[in-house]
């Protein structure tokens, strides 16, 4: 990294080790920035030539695996579709993503989070599903039952709105936005036949109804996808207000 | 998953919502009719105990006290269900508000029946 704009940007860079002790400090590494420069730029530079040991989770490097998923000053963003430059300041903050077990350092563990994931069975439900030619084969669909979910198959997992939620910060049997989201995905997709199975698999105490509506989840995701939006309708479903075409 | 014995939870949801807006209607009919006569002396003993034997007040004063009960334990217990998950939590803080609102209605049936003088 070498140019006439080049500046240096401090990272703040969370340490933790749970398995040996549970001390936790914040390393400062400084790293020549430039304008396209990322914030996993910044830490993949901080890991090559400062400190081996810092713990990172990656993999794609443009914003498609949802692997580098952190709390960036203080908002949870994706380091790989961040760019320092954009955040203003002498000073970046990185932090693991909240509600999230830590492993070490900037890498936490997904487990729970995969498992309300798994729970709501997120692939299409249809026992009808006999290919006897050509024709019938097919699972058509039309623009506008396409558009009633296409932004919820946007999700690419990277837990930022788990993070983000509020109700998941103290009901961790509250299955979070991204469930939510991709449960709607699923009931709204008109080659699905879940039903109202679907929605009976969110309708207990800890379910849908633990969601206050603060926003904070389609506020950070970094696809643009909108889990609160999702969660409403599922509720207007639930209540009867809104009826699922076809179901 | 903990499931609810009596009601799903999108159910009890519907009901705690229908309360809701059915008691901002009547609390506005309930302060509307304070504002009939001066706020100060509508809260005199012998206008209260007047608005007590009207039997239309009465039975707002009770519609009022069972909204607001249902809809206020139901929102006490959704607050205390995120304290903690167990479900033996779950089950004590159900049982425990529906003993309370239960409670709460009787003793405030009891008052307005007396206030309006049908029990003598």
Not at chain 1, 114 to 140: C, G, M, W
Not at chain 2, 44 to 63: G, K, P, R, S, T
Not at chain 2, 83 to 88: D, F, I, K
């Amino acid at each position: 990294m070498s140019g006439a704009d080049e500046r240096k940007i401090t990272l703040k860079v969370f340490r933790a080790n749970t398995a040996r002790s549970k001390n936790t400090y914040f390393e400062l590494c400084d790293v020549p920035v430039q304008r396209w420069t990322t914030v996993l730029d910044g830490l993949l530079y901080a890991k090559c030539f400062i400190d081996p040991s810092i713990g990172i989770r990656y993999s794609c490097r443009m914003a498609s695996c949802g692997s580098c998923g952190m709390k960036i000053n203080g908002i949870p963003r994706l380091a790989c579709y961040t760019k320092m430059s954009e955040l203003g300041g002498s000073e970046v903050i990185c932090e693991p993503l909240p509600n999230f077990p830590i492993i070490r350092d900037l890498v936490t563990d997904f487990s729970q989070f995969f498992e309300h994931h798994k729970r709501v069975q997120p692939y299409i439900l249809n026992q009808d599903n006999h290919q006897t030619d050509a024709e019938s084969s097919d699972h058509r669909q039309s623009p506008e039952e396409v558009d009633r979910f296409l932004q919820f198959s946007y999700c690419i997992k990277c837990g930022l709105c788990y993070s983000a939620c509020p109700t998941v910060a103290t009901d961790l049997k509250f299955p979070g936005p991204q469930t939510l989201g991709q449960l709607y995905r699923y009931y709204a997709d008109s080659r699905d036949g879940g039903g109202k199975d679907r929605l009976n698999m969110v309708d207990d105490r800890h379910g849908i109804w633990r969601c206050h509506f603060a926003g904070s989840c389609s506020k950070v995701c970094p696809k643009g996808v909108d889990p609160a939006l999702g969660i409403q309708l599922l509720k207007s479903y639930m209540l009867g207000i809104s009826k699922n075409r076809g179901k | 998953m903990s499931r609810n014995l009596i009601l799903r939870e999108s159910q009890i949801m519907k009901v705690h919502y229908i309360t809701g807006v059915a008691a901002l209607f009547v609390v506005a009919v309930h302060i509307l009719m304070r504002l009939v006569v001066p706020y100060g002396s509508s809260l005199e003993y012998d206008h209260v105990i007047f608005n007590y034997h009207n039997i239309f007040y009465a039975v707002l004063l009770e519609v009022i006290l069972v909204l607001v009960s249902i809809h206020g334990f139901n929102g006490l217990r959704v607050i205390l269900l995120e304290l903690r998950q167990s479900t033996r939590w779950e089950n004590s803080v159900t049982a425990a508000t529906i003993i309370a609102m239960i409670g709460l209605v009787i003793y405030g049936t009891r008052t307005i029946i007396i206030a309006n003088g049908l029990g003598t």
